[in-house]
């Protein structure tokens, strides 16, 4: 999956990222519904941005919940809601594809584990990283099927570099 993602992330023609203002924690706590209607709240690290970042950090945060565990379906229809108001390039997909392939959760673990190493809890880690694993599988064919998506929507092929 890493190198997957760092394959896809060197084809990224950053010149051709839409920009606009996000607000880089999009995810559920920050979402009020009430009487039907959603209020966003907390813009604190709202500013201008690639929209990509916005919408791969809010789909991974839903990715990787229990319920809807890399569902490939659910990505691609949010992606095709997005883009039913604001078009997307083919880069806007390479960067999301990039962002939601990365084994996140493998790298943050490693980077704890080193960083902690001398009072680190062997056996917690070694829970925690069994735990990562049971869902590998799911992840890696997640992001087969939404590469897919993307190549055959823009009726091209990712070619690596």
Known sequence: LANLSTNVANTIDYDNLSISICHNDYV????IVNQGKIYVIDF??????????????????????????????????????????????????KYILAYLVFPQKYWKLSRDYYKNISKCNKKAFINLLNKAVIHNDIHIDFSYKLLDYIENKFSTKISFK
């Open 28 to 31: 559920s706590k920050n979402l």
């Open 44 to 93: 604190d690290k709202c500013r201008y941005d690639y929209s990509a970042f916005d919408i791969s950090y809010c789909l991974r945060r839903l990715m990787r919940r229990e319920n809807t565990c890399w569902n490939g379906d659910l990505a691609i229809n949010f992606l095709q809601e997005y883009e039913s108001s604001h078009p997307l390039t083919f880069d806007d997909y």
